[in-house]
C-alpha cells in the first residue's frame, strides 16, 4: 500500500471517531473532551489528508518506506495524544507522560515530512499527474 492510501485511510476513520466524540459532546452537553476532540479532528482528518495529497503527487516518495514510517508514526503518535488528552480532562493527571511522550512522536513525524518538503528539489519532484498543462 502506498503512503498516500493510508493517509487517507487513516483520516477518514479519524474523522469518524472524531464526528462521533463531537455528537457524544452535544448529547450529553459536556464539553470536557473538546481539546481531545479538536486534535483527532485537526491531527488525524487535517492534517493526514493533506499528507495524503502531498504524497499522491510525488509518486516515488508514495511508496517510500519513509513516508509510510512518516504516516503510522503520526497516525499512532495522534491516536495516543487523542487519548492522552482525553485522559487529562478527565481528570487523570497520570495520562501525562504519554501525552508527552505522543506528542514527541508527531513532532518526530512532522519532522521527516519536514525532511521530504527541504530536501533538494529532484528527490521529491512532482509526478507527471501533479503536472497541468493551460487549457487551450
Ligand atoms: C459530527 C461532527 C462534529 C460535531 C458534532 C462536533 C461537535 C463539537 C463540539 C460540541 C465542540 C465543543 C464546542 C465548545 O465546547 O465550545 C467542538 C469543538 C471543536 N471541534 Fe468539533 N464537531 C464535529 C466535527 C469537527 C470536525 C470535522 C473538526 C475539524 C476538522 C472539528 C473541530 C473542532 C475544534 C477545533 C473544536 C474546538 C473549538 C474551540 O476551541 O472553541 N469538529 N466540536
Request: glycine share 6%.
Amino acid at each position: 500500500m502506498s503512503a498516500s492510501s493510508l493517509s487517507f485511510r487513516f483520516a477518514v476513520i479519524c474523522v469518524i471517531a472524531g464526528m462521533v466524540m463531537g455528537i457524544g459532546m452535544a448529547a450529553t452537553q459536556d464539553h470536557s473532551i473538546m481539546p481531545a476532540h479538536a486534535h483527532l479532528n485537526l491531527l488525524g482528518w487535517v492534517s493526514l489528508f493533506l499528507f495524503g495529497i502531498y504524497y499522491e503527487r510525488r509518486p516515488a516518495l508514495d511508496v517510500s518506506r519513509l513516508a509510510m514510517i512518516q504516516v503510522v508514526l503520526w497516525s499512532v503518535g495522534t491516536i495516543v495524544l487523542t487519548i492522552a488528552v482525553a485522559a487529562l480532562h478527565l481528570g487523570y493527571s497520570a495520562a501525562d507522560p504519554l501525552a508527552a511522550i505522543a506528542s514527541l512522536a508527531v513532532l518526530a513525524a512532522m519532522l521527516i515530512f519536514a525532511y521530504f518538503v527541504f530536501r533538494p528539489a529532484r528527490a521529491v519532484e512532482s509526478g507527471p499527474a501533479a503536472r497541468m498543462s493551460p487549457a487551450e
